[in-house]
T-cell receptor
Framework: AQTVTQSQPEMSVQEAETVTLSCTYDTSESDYYLFWYKQPPSRQMILVIRQEAYKQQNATENRFSVNFQKAAKSFSLKISDSQLGDAAMYFCAYRSEGGRDDKIIFGKGTRLHILP | DTEVTQTPKHLVMGMTNKKSLKCEQHMGHRAMYWYKQKAKKPPELMFVYSYEKLSINESVPSRFSPECPNSSLLNLHLHALQPEDSALYLC????????????????FGPGTRLTVT
């Protein structure tokens, strides 16, 4: 069975600085998708970034980028120029491609605090 | 339109009440999900509907009863809940695994904050 591990329950970063959130996963599959979701306090969970396992190029969305290391089964999220609005719970998630079911597997989350 | 809507936003119910949560999406997604989320925890999957058929039930107690009337709507019927059922209930949608060429990311609604008294 697949697992997703986020080893940092909480992190803090100064506004305008760069922060990296860690995520590792375990799978025997070769084709899958990885996601980072953001859930601000009392607000909606939104997709931040998506990575297809077959793509070697790391995904980037504005200030958010990932470092995808398939052999190491690592998928970290880098947030550049941190802003107060980035304060949220961040969940790393895994989904099979062509698997038997429609489940997404979530990590336990990392709560990110932005210090003004 | 990447919106999933949920009603009501908040719900307070007694342990003998019957209520329903509603979810709607118009993205053409054919998989819809119910999750339960406790504070500072990841969402826990409850049910998955794929092409309007229940495909996954994660051993959820029968006091929770899902329904998918059509491809855009998802309901969760609640009856005789317990205080420990108080949580944020999230609906999500995506393309199903069986539909090749999709990226399968799930889009979440804002949730219904349920309090059982």
């Amino acid at each position: 069975a697949q697992t997703v591990t986020q080893s940092q329950p909480e992190m803090s970063v100064q506004e305008a600085e760069t922060v990296t959130l860690s995520c590792t996963y375990d799978t025997s599959e070769s084709d899958y998708y990885l996601f980072w979701y953001k859930q601000p306090p009392s607000r909606q969970m939104i997709l931040v970034i998506r990575q297809e396992a077959y793509k070697q190029q790391n995904a980037t969305e504005n200030r958010f980028s990932v470092n995808f290391q398939k052999a190491a089964k690592s998928f970290s999220l880098k947030i550049s120029d941190s802003q107060l609005g980035d304060a949220a719970m961040y969940f790393c998630a895994y989904r099979s491609e062509g698997g038997r079911d429609d489940k997404i597997i979530f990590g336990k989350g990392t709560r990110l605090h932005i210090l003004p | 339109d990447t919106e999933v809507t949920q009603t009501p936003k908040h719900l307070v119910m007694g342990m003998t009440n019957k209520k329903s949560l509603k979810c709607e999406q118009h993205m053409g997604h054919r998989a819809m999900y119910w999750y339960k989320q406790k504070a500072k925890k990841p969402p826990e999957l409850m049910f998955v509907y794929s092409y309007e058929k229940l495909s996954i039930n994660e051993s959820v107690p029968s006091r929770f009863s899902p329904e998918c009337p059509n491809s855009s709507l998802l309901n969760l019927h609640l009856h005789a809940l317990q205080p420990e059922d108080s949580a944020l209930y999230l609906c999500a949608s995506s393309q199903p695994q069986s539909l090749s060429g999709s990226s399968y990311e799930q889009y979440f609604g804002p949730g219904t904050r349920l309090t059982v008294t």
